[in-house]
C-alpha cells in the first residue's frame, strides 16, 4: 500500500543551521505531497504542498521539491530559527477522489539560540 | 481555507466513560475526517464523516467504540466510548475543502483517561 518513510528524530540544530528532513514515498499512481508541521500544544498546520513531479512547494522559508525519479520530498530550510522547533510530518494523498491522507511518523525539530 | 473549532481542548476523563468531541467548520465541507495520535505518534486515520451517511471506519476502529455523528455540512462530533488509559491521545479532525486539496486540520482534543 501507500506509504511515508521519514527521517527518525531528533534533529537538534542551532540557530541559523541549514535544515534538511528526508522523505520518501511509495505509491502505485502520482499523489500530492504535503509537508505539516504541529508546534506544541497545537494541531497540524499545512506548511507546503506539491502536487505533481518537479513541483517546489514553499512557505516560511521552507521549501521542498517533488522528486518522482527518487520519490522524494525532503524538506529544507536555509537558516532555522528557534521558532521553528516543532514536529513535522511528511504526507501523500492519492488523486483517486477517495482523500485519505498517508502520513509519515513525523520528525521531531529541536533549534537551540 | 477553513477555520476548525474543536471542542473540548483538553479533558481528563475516568475510565468507562465517554466522552464526545465536537469539530465546527466556518464553511461547508463535503468530506470530514477524524484522526488518532498517540503519544509521541503520528496521526491514524479512524474515519471519514460524510453526511447524510454512515461514518466509513479505518481497519482497527468500530462504530461502538467511536460513534460519528454528521448532521450537516459544517459539523461533526466523534464520541470514545467506555474509555480506557489506551484511549489517551490526541484526536484531531480535519476538513478537505476541494478535490484534490490538502486538508485542514483543528487544533485537536487532549484526551488524558485515568
Known amino acids: 500500500g501507500d506509504s511515508v518513510t521519514q527521517m527518525e528524530g531528533p534533529v537538534t540544530l542551532s540557530e541559523e543551521a541549514f535544515l534538511t528532513i528526508n522523505c520518501t514515498y511509495t505509491?502505485?499512481?502520482?499523489?500530492?505531497l504535503f509537508w505539516y508541521v504541529q508546534y506544541p500544544g497545537e494541531g497540524l498546520q499545512l506548511l507546503l504542498k506539491a502536487t505533481k513531479a518537479d513541483d517546489k512547494g514553499s512557505n516560511k522559508g521552507f521549501e521542498a521539491t517533488y522528486r518522482k525519479e527518487t520519490t522524494s520530498f525532503h524538506l529544507e530550510k536555509g537558516s532555522v530559527q528557534v521558532s521553528d522547533s516543532a514536529v513535522y510530518f511528511c504526507?501523500?494523498?492519492?488523486?483517486?477522489?477517495?482523500?485519505?491522507?498517508?502520513f509519515g511518523t513525523g520528525t521531531r525539530l529541536l533549534v537551540s539560540p | 481555507s477553513a477555520v476548525i473549532s474543536q471542542k473540548p481542548s483538553r479533558d481528563i476523563c475516568q475510565r468507562g466513560t465517554s466522552l464526545t468531541i465536537q469539530c465546527q467548520v466556518d464553511s461547508q465541507v463535503t468530506m470530514m475526517f477524524w484522526y488518532r495520535q498517540q503519544p509521541g505518534q503520528s496521526l491514524t486515520l479512524i474515519a471519514t464523516?460524510?453526511?447524510?451517511?454512515?461514518?466509513?471506519?479505518e481497519s482497527g476502529f468500530v462504530i461502538d467504540k467511536f460513534p460519528i455523528s454528521r448532521p450537516n455540512l459544517t459539523f461533526s462530533t466523534l464520541t470514545v466510548s467506555n474509555m480506557s488509559p489506551e484511549d489517551s491521545s490526541i484526536y484531531l479532525c480535519?476538513?478537505?475543502?476541494?478535490?484534490?486539496?490538502?486538508?485542514?486540520f483543528g487544533d485537536g482534543t487532549r484526551l488524558s483517561i485515568l
Open positions: 464523516a460524510n453526511q447524510g451517511s454512515e461514518a466509513t471506519y
Open positions: 505509491a502505485t499512481g502520482y499523489p500530492s
Open positions: 504526507a501523500l494523498l492519492m488523486n483517486t477522489g477517495f482523500q485519505k491522507l498517508v
Open positions: 480535519s476538513v478537505e475543502v476541494g478535490l484534490n486539496q490538502p486538508q485542514h
